[in-house]
């Protein structure tokens, strides 16, 4: 039957000699697992709890989740393939859902380096300088998007209440608090860009952050000033805006912020969207449990 099948991806599918090379490995490492546990039991004749054993099996040898899932890809194209010939009734694959494949963990700033390059940045004198360092601030005090922030007018900026308006993913508003700190320093930033452009009058209309010719900031633009300030104090990959906002969402769980609380700052539709977080501070739990405690690294 495999040899058939092989016979059939060569010649009326013309597949390449390697993914047909890659097809009889996958079926003979299953005929192989049932000549093991079931004693030399016909491949014809698995069913789906055989398959979803070997999925596991292949699962707990550390195999990834992404080579599985084509493994049973490859025995789902087999029993098809057995279905159009007439030599089973029922395909075992019916029923079998490949294993999920992990999500990296988002990346994030530490804390103290976050710290350091805003205390760097605040040194800054020109109204230039200020907009950098407002930036940065904001994308950390608050986790908004990059689309966010490019889209904030002077009206989003609440003193008295101590808050933002941001408009999010399909008009969505929401309203988020800033500190003493922030409301200063975007106070500072538009008197200093007001001067600089000679605007006497408050616009609830005007663009929050514009470049140095006075129009609205721009994704791209943003994104090269958060990047080439981030290669200043991380090694990270990805150096964007967006990791700022996974950044705030870290600082904010690591120091005991709740959950439901996060996702409502963040404008998330789901809890279960904010609960990767969750997985990266366990992470910073682990790592630090393992270089303090005396016998972590016992029987590691």
Same mark, same amino acid.
């Given at each position: 039957? /495999? ?6 991806? #060569? ?16 079926? *003979? ?31 707990? #040898? ?68 200020? !907009?950098?360092?407002? /930036? ?27 808050? /933002? ?27 200093? *860009? ?32 958060? !990047?080439?300030?981030? #290669? ?65 690294? /016992?029987?590691?």
């Amino acid at each position: 039957m /495999i040899a058939g099948f092989l016979d059939y991806l #060569s010649h009326e599918r013309a597949y390449s000699p390697h993914t047909v090379t890659s097809y009889e490995n996958d079926l *003979r490492a299953f005929g192989a697992y049932l000549e093991q546990t079931e004693n030399g039991f016909d491949i014809a004749d698995a069913d789906a709890d055989l398959v979803r054993g070997w999925a596991m099996d292949l699962m707990a #040898s550390g195999m990834k989740a992404t080579t599985v899932n084509r493994k049973l890809s490859s025995l789902r194209t087999f029993y098809k393939y057995l279905l159009k010939k007439g030599e089973i009734e029922v395909s075992p694959m019916q029923g079998v859902g490949g294993p999920k494949k992990a999500k990296p963990l988002p990346q994030f700033v530490r804390e103290a380096d976050m710290e350091r390059l805003l205390c760097a940045t605040a040194q800054g004198e020109s109204w230039q300088e200020v !907009r950098e360092h407002v /930036i940065l601030q904001l994308f950390y005090e608050t986790g908004i998007r990059l689309s966010e922030l490019v889209g904030l007018n002077d009206g989003d900026v609440d003193f008295g209440r101590m808050a /933002i308006k941001v408009t999010g993913k399909r008009n969505k508003q929401r309203i988020v608090p800033i500190g003493q700190g922030m409301a200063d320093s975007l106070r500072r930033y538009m008197e200093m *860009r007001n001067e600089s452009f000679q605007f006497s009058i408050f616009n609830f209309q005007f663009p929050l952050f514009v470049t140095d010719k006075g129009e609205r900031v721009y994704p791209n633009w943003v994104y090269r000033l958060v !990047r080439k300030n981030l #290669s200043q104090v991380v090694t990270l990959k990805k150096r964007s805006p967006h990791v700022l906002r996974h950044t705030f969402a870290t600082a904010m769980l690591n120091n005991a912020a709740e959950l439901e609380a996060v996702k409502e700052l963040m404008g998330h539709e789901s809890v279960s969207t904010t609960q990767i977080y969750t997985h990266t501070t366990f992470e910073e739990l682990k790592k630090a449990y393992h270089q303090a405690h005396p016998r972590a690294s /016992i029987n590691q």
